[in-house]
């Protein structure tokens, strides 16, 4: 069995939608105590052994509005990006900002932080270098629509 040439985006997106609601049943993605207990990170408790933390946070959203925001940008940016230049790309284009998100705001705030919009924001730079040097290939990024 053949996978079909966007996959990941789908994948990505059923697991924001999953552990979403897992945290809505353990009492609310807006909740400290859930936001903690699922890997949201704040300045001392990535620290250390929780390490895992500076991943998992970018899996994690606070509220609908959050988790709905960032699964449309990731449907916009990621479809396209992934169609060109396949799954392992756009994964590293999304975890890699994640990861330095996650630690930039570990170094500079002791608030509670979760999300994948560093992530997104690792896709906007992306399609940007690529529309800067590669015109042909932000015009086919450009035709794409957000419809499954």
């Given at each position: 069995?053949?996978?079909?040439?966007?996959?990941?985006?789908?994948?990505?997106?059923?697991?924001?939608?999953?552990?979403?609601?897992?945290?809505?049943?353990?009492?609310?993605?807006?909740?400290?105590?859930?936001?903690?207990?699922?890997?949201?990170?704040?300045?001392?408790?990535?620290?250390?052994?929780?390490?895992?933390?500076?991943?998992?946070?970018?899996?994690?959203?606070?509220g609908?509005?959050?988790?709905?925001?960032?699964?449309?940008?990731?449907?916009?940016?990621?479809?396209?990006?992934?169609?060109?230049?396949?799954?392992?790309t756009?994964?590293?284009?999304?975890?890699?900002?994640?990861?330095?998100?996650?630690?930039?705001?570990?170094?500079?705030?002791?608030?509670?932080?979760?999300?994948?919009?560093?992530?997104?924001?690792?896709?906007?730079?992306?399609?940007?270098?690529?529309?800067?040097?590669?015109?042909v290939?932000?015009?086919?990024?450009?035709?794409?629509?957000?419809?499954?």
């Amino acid at each position: 069995m053949r996978l079909p040439k966007v996959w990941l985006i789908w994948l990505m997106l059923a697991a924001f939608v999953a552990i979403f609601l897992l945290m809505e049943l353990a009492g609310g993605s807006t909740t400290l105590r859930v936001l903690i207990q699922f890997g949201a990170t704040t300045g001392r408790r990535a620290r250390g052994r929780a390490g895992r933390r500076l991943i998992s946070r970018g899996m994690l959203h606070i509220g609908v509005m959050h988790l709905l925001m960032n699964g449309w940008g990731l449907i916009i940016l990621g479809k396209a990006l992934e169609e060109v230049h396949g799954p392992r790309t756009l994964w590293a284009l999304f975890i890699l900002p994640v990861l330095g998100g996650s630690i930039t705001s570990n170094l500079t705030s002791t608030h509670v932080s979760a999300g994948a919009s560093g992530g997104l924001f690792g896709l906007i730079g992306a399609y940007v270098v690529y529309a800067s040097f590669a015109p042909v290939i932000a015009k086919a990024i450009a035709s794409f629509k957000a419809t499954p």
